[in-house]
Structures are given as structure tokens and as C-alpha cells.
């Protein structure tokens, strides 16, 4: 059977017009994953954002005790406060933003109770400082109990960021 001209146009267009819909649905699946990726990877390196944030406002607060301590001077515990709310707030912030990752949710209920503890040594040399001087603060810093906290943490935050 013979095909007009007309009609080899015709199905040379459909055929042309099922292509460029094949190319576009592929296309757009793929910028769909590229943009999803991107989006992940923007939500990730916001929580690994998060967590050094967690780490520098540790050391902060551990830098403002240290440095109450061995000064006794008033003024390093505004800044030690400053630094541990803002650890409480950037981990009140983290859960926030991983609420649909039970795993990461997970993770931070195990490494709340290790700040915590770290938060509640620091303010513990802090009053032992306060109550007692220089050499009953230095002797509680000289258990390592502290140290072995904030390697702790770091082990943990290490964990999660993997």
C-alpha cells in the first residue's frame, strides 16, 4: 500500500511530536531527582550546620567557665549563659528540622542527656569556684569527667554526621 505524501508528513510529525514527549517526560523526571538531590542535600548540610554550631557553642561555654575559674571574675558568666542557650536553642532547632527522621531523633535523645551532664559540669565548677576558690574548681576539672564528656559528644555528633 502506498502512502500519500501527505500522509508520510503527517505520521512523520506524529512520530517527531511522541519523541519530543518521550525527551520532555524524561527531562523533567530527571530535573524532578536533580532538584529533590538538591533540596536533600541543602536539608543535610543544614543539620550537619547545626551540629558544629552545637560543638562551638560547647566550647564556647566550656572557654567562659575556664575562664571564670581561673579569673573568679563575674563577666565571663554572661557570655557562658549566652553560650548555653544557644546550644539549647540550636538543638531545640535540630529536632525541629529532622521531626520526620526518627533515627536522627533518635540520636539526639542520646545526646541530649550528654550535654546535659556536660552543661551541668561546667556550672558545677562554676559554683565550686564560687563557694570553695580556685583550687576546689581545679581539682574537679583534674577528674577528667569533663573531658570525657565532651568526647562523648564528640563521638556522637561524629555518628550522626556519618
Do not use: W
Not at 526518627?102 to 550528654?114: C, F, K, M
Amino acid at each position: 500500500m502506498k502512502l500519500s505524501t501527505e500522509r508520510k508528513v503527517s505520521l512523520g510529525f506524529g512520530a517527531g511530536l511522541i519523541i519530543l514527549l518521550v525527551i520532555g517526560t524524561v527531562s523533567y523526571d530527571a530535573i524532578y531527582e536533580l532538584v529533590r538531590a538538591a533540596e536533600l542535600r541543602h536539608h543535610v548540610d543544614r543539620v550537619l550546620a547545626g551540629l558544629k554550631d552545637v560543638l562551638s557553642g560547647l566550647d564556647h561555654a566550656e572557654s567562659e567557665q575556664r575562664g571564670y575559674v581561673i579569673t573568679g571574675e563575674e563577666a565571663y558568666l554572661g557570655p557562658f549563659q549566652a553560650a548555653v542557650d544557644r546550644v539549647a536553642d540550636r538543638l531545640t532547632k535540630l529536632r525541629r528540622l529532622t521531626g520526620d527522621d526518627a533515627r536522627v531523633q533518635q540520636q539526639l535523645d542520646g545526646l541530649q542527656p550528654l550535654i546535659d551532664r556536660r552543661i551541668a559540669r561546667l556550672s558545677e565548677g562554676i559554683d565550686r569556684r564560687r563557694r570553695s576558690g580556685f583550687d576546689a574548681a581545679m581539682a574537679s576539672v583534674r577528674t577528667g569527667v569533663g573531658r570525657r564528656l565532651m568526647n562523648d559528644i564528640h563521638r556522637a555528633i561524629d555518628e550522626m554526621s556519618d
